[in-house]
Protein backbone atom coordinates (compact mmCIF):
# COMPACT_ATOMS: atom_id res chain seq x y z
CA UNK A 1 0.00 0.00 0.00
CA UNK A 2 2.94 2.68 0.36
CA UNK A 3 4.49 1.45 -2.41
CA UNK A 4 1.24 2.45 -4.18
CA UNK A 5 0.72 5.86 -3.14
CA UNK A 6 -1.21 5.61 0.03
CA UNK A 7 -0.74 7.70 2.81
CA UNK A 8 -0.81 5.05 5.92
CA UNK A 9 -1.70 5.75 9.29
CA UNK A 10 -1.07 2.87 11.81
CA UNK A 11 -2.29 1.26 14.86
CA UNK A 12 -1.03 -2.51 16.04
CA UNK A 13 -1.80 -3.88 19.75
CA UNK A 14 2.53 -3.86 19.72
CA UNK A 15 2.71 -0.26 19.16
CA UNK A 16 6.55 -1.34 18.33
CA UNK A 17 5.58 -3.88 15.47
CA UNK A 18 3.62 -0.88 13.74
CA UNK A 19 6.79 1.44 14.39
CA UNK A 20 9.13 -1.41 12.96
CA UNK A 21 7.06 -1.16 9.04
CA UNK A 22 8.38 2.31 8.71
CA UNK A 23 5.52 3.12 6.50
CA UNK A 24 3.56 5.79 8.39
CA UNK A 25 2.56 7.57 11.60
CA UNK A 26 1.70 5.20 14.11
CA UNK A 27 -1.60 6.39 16.41
CA UNK A 28 -2.05 5.18 20.23
CA UNK A 29 -5.11 4.00 19.89
CA UNK A 30 -7.93 2.17 17.04
CA UNK A 31 -9.99 5.41 16.42
CA UNK A 32 -6.98 7.82 16.57
CA UNK A 33 -6.01 5.95 13.66
CA UNK A 34 -9.16 5.64 11.58
CA UNK A 35 -10.10 9.74 12.44
CA UNK A 36 -8.07 11.35 9.61
CA UNK A 37 -8.51 8.04 7.42
CA UNK A 38 -11.00 7.76 4.23
CA UNK A 39 -10.82 3.99 4.60
CA UNK A 40 -9.91 2.02 7.41
CA UNK A 41 -8.10 -2.11 6.49
CA UNK A 42 -8.43 -4.26 9.99
CA UNK A 43 -6.90 -7.38 9.97
CA UNK A 44 -6.76 -8.60 13.60
CA UNK A 45 -6.15 -11.90 15.66
CA UNK A 46 -8.49 -14.27 16.88
CA UNK A 47 -10.99 -12.38 18.94
CA UNK A 48 -9.71 -8.74 18.81
CA UNK A 49 -11.81 -7.96 16.30
CA UNK A 50 -14.73 -6.92 18.40
CA UNK A 51 -12.79 -5.53 21.01
CA UNK A 52 -10.50 -3.34 18.64
CA UNK A 53 -14.05 -2.19 16.84
CA UNK A 54 -16.06 -1.37 19.80
CA UNK A 55 -13.81 -0.88 23.04
CA UNK A 56 -13.21 2.67 24.24
CA UNK A 57 -10.83 4.13 21.97
CA UNK A 58 -12.33 1.70 19.21
CA UNK A 59 -12.38 2.36 15.53
CA UNK A 60 -16.14 2.89 15.58
CA UNK A 61 -15.44 6.25 18.05
CA UNK A 62 -14.70 7.56 14.59
CA UNK A 63 -16.40 5.80 12.13
CA UNK A 64 -18.76 8.25 10.53
CA UNK A 65 -18.62 8.51 6.52
CA UNK A 66 -15.40 6.18 6.71
CA UNK A 67 -15.47 2.76 4.81
CA UNK A 68 -14.07 -0.30 6.47
CA UNK A 69 -12.52 -3.06 5.14
CA UNK A 70 -12.56 -6.33 7.43
CA UNK A 71 -9.65 -8.48 6.62
CA UNK A 72 -9.37 -10.82 9.84
CA UNK A 73 -9.91 -14.27 9.93
CA UNK A 74 -12.41 -15.10 8.28
CA UNK A 75 -15.64 -15.64 10.39
CA UNK A 76 -19.13 -14.87 8.32
CA UNK A 77 -21.51 -14.99 11.60
CA UNK A 78 -19.36 -11.86 13.46
CA UNK A 79 -19.84 -9.91 10.19
CA UNK A 80 -23.21 -8.57 10.37
CA UNK A 81 -23.42 -7.43 14.13
CA UNK A 82 -20.07 -5.75 13.57
CA UNK A 83 -21.62 -4.31 10.17
CA UNK A 84 -24.31 -2.74 12.19
CA UNK A 85 -22.24 -1.16 14.52
CA UNK A 86 -20.42 0.35 12.24
CA UNK A 87 -23.78 1.56 10.21
CA UNK A 88 -24.97 2.74 13.47
CA UNK A 89 -21.47 5.00 13.66
CA UNK A 90 -22.31 6.08 10.00
CA UNK A 91 -19.42 4.13 8.16
CA UNK A 92 -20.43 1.07 5.87
CA UNK A 93 -18.15 -1.91 5.79
CA UNK A 94 -17.09 -5.18 3.29
CA UNK A 95 -15.01 -8.27 4.35
CA UNK A 96 -11.97 -9.02 2.32
CA UNK A 97 -9.57 -11.83 2.26
CA UNK A 98 -6.47 -12.71 1.11
CA UNK A 99 -5.90 -16.13 -1.21
CA UNK A 100 -2.24 -16.51 -1.45
CA UNK A 101 0.83 -16.67 0.73
CA UNK A 102 2.80 -13.53 2.18
CA UNK A 103 5.57 -13.62 -0.59
CA UNK A 104 2.33 -12.91 -3.24
CA UNK A 105 0.87 -10.37 -1.38
CA UNK A 106 4.35 -8.70 -1.15
CA UNK A 107 4.25 -8.50 -5.03
CA UNK A 108 0.56 -7.96 -5.99
CA UNK A 109 -0.37 -11.26 -7.07
CA UNK A 110 -2.84 -12.33 -3.49
CA UNK A 111 -6.67 -13.06 -4.91
CA UNK A 112 -8.89 -10.67 -2.72
CA UNK A 113 -12.72 -11.70 -2.31
CA UNK A 114 -14.91 -9.03 -1.37
CA UNK A 115 -17.80 -9.19 0.29
CA UNK A 116 -20.76 -6.55 1.08
CA UNK A 117 -22.87 -4.33 -1.25
CA UNK A 118 -21.89 -3.47 -4.59
CA UNK A 119 -21.52 0.15 -4.08
CA UNK A 120 -19.13 -0.42 -1.16
CA UNK A 121 -16.94 -3.14 -3.17
CA UNK A 122 -16.62 -0.18 -5.90
CA UNK A 123 -14.94 1.97 -3.34
CA UNK A 124 -13.25 -0.36 -1.84
CA UNK A 125 -11.56 -1.15 -5.27
CA UNK A 126 -8.90 1.41 -5.79
CA UNK A 127 -7.33 0.28 -2.60
CA UNK A 128 -7.26 -2.98 -2.72
CA UNK A 129 -6.15 -3.35 -6.44
CA UNK A 130 -2.91 -2.30 -5.23
CA UNK A 131 -2.41 -5.63 -3.00
CA UNK A 132 -3.66 -8.05 -5.65
CA UNK A 133 -6.50 -8.71 -8.29
CA UNK A 134 -10.18 -8.13 -6.59
CA UNK A 135 -13.43 -9.96 -7.16
CA UNK A 136 -16.46 -8.89 -5.39
CA UNK A 137 -18.74 -12.56 -4.80
CA UNK A 138 -21.43 -11.27 -3.15
CA UNK A 139 -23.31 -10.01 0.22
CA UNK A 140 -21.18 -9.24 3.00
CA UNK A 141 -19.80 -12.30 4.35
CA UNK A 142 -19.41 -14.06 0.84
CA UNK A 143 -15.89 -13.55 1.46
CA UNK A 144 -15.18 -14.96 4.55
CA UNK A 145 -17.07 -17.83 3.22
CA UNK A 146 -15.48 -17.93 -0.22
CA UNK A 147 -11.66 -18.09 1.81
CA UNK A 148 -13.11 -20.99 3.73
CA UNK A 149 -13.26 -22.88 1.00
CA UNK A 150 -10.20 -21.85 -0.37
CA UNK A 151 -8.23 -23.01 3.29
CA UNK A 152 -10.30 -26.08 3.49
CA UNK A 153 -8.47 -26.85 -0.38
CA UNK A 154 -4.82 -25.54 0.67
CA UNK A 155 -5.37 -27.86 3.85
CA UNK A 156 -6.14 -30.39 1.61
CA UNK A 157 -3.82 -30.63 -0.87
CA UNK A 158 -1.16 -30.00 1.49
CA UNK A 159 -1.68 -33.22 3.63
CA UNK A 160 -2.05 -34.79 1.11
CA UNK A 161 1.37 -33.79 -0.30
CA UNK A 162 2.82 -34.29 2.54
CA UNK A 163 1.68 -37.73 2.56
CA UNK A 164 2.68 -38.29 -0.86
CA UNK A 165 5.81 -37.23 -0.46
CA UNK A 166 6.58 -39.59 2.06
CA UNK A 167 5.34 -42.36 0.15
CA UNK A 168 7.58 -42.00 -2.23
CA UNK A 169 10.53 -41.79 -0.50
CA UNK A 170 9.88 -44.75 1.17
CA UNK A 171 8.69 -46.42 -2.27
CA UNK A 172 12.99 -45.54 -3.10
CA UNK A 173 11.80 -42.41 -5.35
CA UNK A 174 14.47 -39.33 -4.34
CA UNK A 175 12.86 -37.19 -2.46
CA UNK A 176 13.06 -34.19 -5.83
CA UNK A 177 11.55 -36.26 -7.91
CA UNK A 178 8.73 -36.80 -5.64
CA UNK A 179 7.74 -33.18 -4.86
CA UNK A 180 9.05 -32.13 -8.37
CA UNK A 181 5.52 -34.42 -9.90
CA UNK A 182 3.89 -33.06 -7.07
CA UNK A 183 4.38 -29.32 -7.57
CA UNK A 184 3.22 -29.43 -11.16
CA UNK A 185 0.08 -31.20 -10.02
CA UNK A 186 -0.51 -28.34 -7.58
CA UNK A 187 2.03 -25.45 -8.62
CA UNK A 188 0.96 -23.99 -5.14
CA UNK A 189 3.18 -26.15 -3.22
CA UNK A 190 5.88 -24.18 -4.61
CA UNK A 191 6.69 -22.16 -1.79
CA UNK A 192 6.23 -25.17 0.44
CA UNK A 193 9.05 -26.99 -0.93
CA UNK A 194 11.21 -26.37 2.34
CA UNK A 195 8.54 -27.85 4.72
CA UNK A 196 7.59 -30.74 2.63
CA UNK A 197 11.23 -31.82 1.61
CA UNK A 198 13.69 -30.48 3.53
CA UNK A 199 11.59 -30.48 6.70
CA UNK A 200 12.41 -26.71 7.35
CA UNK A 201 9.36 -24.82 8.42
CA UNK A 202 10.87 -20.84 8.56
CA UNK A 203 9.47 -18.89 7.68
CA UNK A 204 6.12 -19.75 9.02
CA UNK A 205 3.56 -19.76 6.04
CA UNK A 206 0.38 -20.43 7.99
CA UNK A 207 0.73 -21.24 11.36
CA UNK A 208 -1.16 -24.60 12.40
CA UNK A 209 -3.39 -22.81 15.31
CA UNK A 210 -4.73 -20.83 12.64
CA UNK A 211 -5.32 -23.45 10.05
CA UNK A 212 -7.05 -25.07 12.49
CA UNK A 213 -9.47 -22.31 13.61
CA UNK A 214 -9.66 -21.66 10.27
CA UNK A 215 -10.98 -25.22 9.17
CA UNK A 216 -13.23 -25.29 12.63
CA UNK A 217 -14.90 -22.12 10.80
CA UNK A 218 -15.24 -24.04 7.67
CA UNK A 219 -16.86 -27.52 9.00
CA UNK A 220 -19.37 -25.14 11.22
CA UNK A 221 -20.26 -23.93 7.80
CA UNK A 222 -20.30 -27.34 5.92
CA UNK A 223 -22.65 -28.49 9.18
CA UNK A 224 -25.96 -29.12 7.36
CA UNK A 225 -26.29 -32.74 6.32
CA UNK A 226 -26.68 -32.19 2.56
CA UNK A 227 -23.56 -30.51 2.13
CA UNK A 228 -20.89 -33.12 1.70
CA UNK A 229 -17.09 -32.37 1.62
CA UNK A 230 -13.84 -34.38 1.82
Not at 181 to 202: C, D, S, T
Request: overall charge negative.
Amino acid sequence: LADGGFELILWDRTRDRASALGVGMVADTPAAAVRDADVVISSLGAGAVRSTYLELGGAVNAGAGKLFIEMSAPDPDLLPSLAADVGAAGGCLVDAQIVGSPAAMRTGQTLILVGGDHRDARLADPVLSAIGTVRHVGPLGSGARLKLVADSMLADIVVAAAELQVAGEHAGLKPDDVFWVLERMAPLLAVRRNGIVANRHEPTLLALRDLANVLDLALELFEPPEIRTP
